[in-house]
């Protein structure tokens, strides 16, 4: 029978390609076997196998939106007069701090 035209749906190539998988036999062999057209066994495949995917495990375009996270600073802030700000004072930078501060002064 040959079925070169795809004038068949889903079930008829779903039966095919469950008998290929059983049968052992490349895409190819077992198509020239069958009298089925190549292009046509191996897009049906193809379309079988995207449609039993779970909606979950399909891709998408690639593209993953990245949102910038806001950094928030850590430790104290000392505000100057003159407008300079030294942030991130925390207990393990309090002398270099204080040798800014004297060199400020």
């Not at 039966?15 to 052992?24: F, M, V």
């Not at 020239?32 to 292009?39: K, V």
């Not at 990245?66 to 000392?78: D, R």
Request: with cysteine; charged share 20%.
């Amino acid at each position: 029978m040959d079925m070169s035209d795809a004038t068949e749906g889903a079930p008829f190539w779903q039966l095919h390609i469950a008998a290929w998988q059983q049968s052992g036999l490349t895409q190819k062999a077992y198509c020239e076997h069958q009298e089925l057209r190549y292009s046509t066994f191996g897009y049906w495949v193809r379309k079988l196998r995207r449609a039993a995917e779970p909606a979950t495990e399909k891709k998408g375009a690639g593209f993953v939106p990245v949102i910038p996270a806001t950094v928030q600073p850590t430790g104290l802030t000392l505000s100057l007069p003159n407008g300079l700000e030294i942030r991130g004072i925390e207990a393990n930078n309090l002398g270099l701090v204080r040798d800014l501060l004297g060199m400020l002064a």
